[in-house]
Nanobody, 123 residues
């Protein structure tokens, strides 16, 4: 139905920056919200940021607000996550997700998921 492929993960030093990308294909017209989630070792998957596909309305988790920026390129069906001032606590597998809901933020509201990309922040 919808295929999501993340890219851009890697190893970065604390205080550095990294930009993730999520390319969507398939029935992309059904998507209303694109989001980023992350899962650290031993932790549950948590919400990071979301953006509405048409209006560009954004929502951020308190832990990343002011440091991370989510954006989308409609022509390329691609969503980005610019991560600045990275901390070791940001180390996790980052997942791209698509929702049929407007302004979705809860995990259960997302219907399609990518395979994830590893982000490691060293101190």
């Amino acid at each position: 139905q919808v295929q999501l492929v993340e890219s851009g993960g890697g190893l970065v030093q604390a205080g550095g920056s990294l930009k993730l990308a999520c390319a969507a294909s398939g029935r992309t017209a059904s998507m209303y919200t694109m989001g980023w989630f992350r899962q650290a070792p031993g932790k549950e998957r948590e919400f990071v940021a979301a953006v509405s596909w048409s209006g560009g309305r954004t929502n951020y988790a308190d832990s990343v607000n002011g440091r991370f920026t989510i954006s989308r390129d409609n022509a390329k069906n691609t969503v980005y996550l610019q991560m600045n001032s990275l901390k070791p606590e940001d180390t996790a597998v980052y997942y791209c997700a698509a929702s049929l809901q407007i302004r979705a933020s809860a995990l259960r509201e997302y219907h399609y998921w990518g395979q994830g990309t590893q982000v490691s922040v060293s101190s």
